[in-house]
């Protein structure tokens, strides 16, 4: 429906007639035919005024849809997935700050086995690193996959 169908029929509801309508909004009854033919729009402040007086919000005065049904459909869903989605992203922040620190105190423990020690870092070190920043890779591959199958939903 329409906003000129809309507001006929939430009039028509109320019983109220174009004039009382009308009287209630201080525009003239014309002003009301037009809206209800569809030749002319109230503004956005006499729209307001006219949900309130029909006692509708703004969306259901203006919906070409059942809000209630739209709300039904997407509403919820749309904040799952948002929820969803942020809870994803977080979780890959953290996941890449993790490889970010590993890759630093790898980076901390070569320079003070070369410098301070005249050393090479121990061959278990290396492995153990690369084990951890591998997997957390893999962690973060699979976010990422996951945040994709969200985006085409």
Not at 16 to 33: K, P
Not at 50 to 63: F, G, K, Q, R, Y
Not at 140 to 150: G, H
Request: with cysteine; net charge positive.
């Amino acid at each position: 429906m329409e906003l000129s169908e809309n507001i006929k029929k939430l009039r028509e509801e109320k019983k109220f007639t174009q004039q009382q309508l009308a009287d209630r909004l201080y525009v003239s009854r014309q002003t009301v035919c037009r809206w209800e033919n569809g030749s002319r729009c109230p503004d956005l402040i006499t729209a307001k005024q006219l949900a309130t007086e029909l006692n509708v919000s703004l969306d259901e005065l203006i919906s070409d849809e059942d809000v209630k049904d739209y709300q039904k459909n997407y509403g919820i869903w749309k904040s799952e997935k948002v929820r969803s989605r942020k809870k994803l992203q977080e979780l890959q922040k953290k996941t890449l700050s993790f490889i970010e620190i590993i890759g630093a105190l790898f980076l901390t423990a070569t320079i003070f086995f070369r410098v301070q020690m005249h050393q090479k870092v121990p061959e278990w070190c290396t492995i153990v690193c690369l084990c951890v920043v591998l997997g957390a890779v893999v962690l973060n591959l699979v976010i990422s996959r996951k945040l994709r199958k969200i985006e085409d939903l």
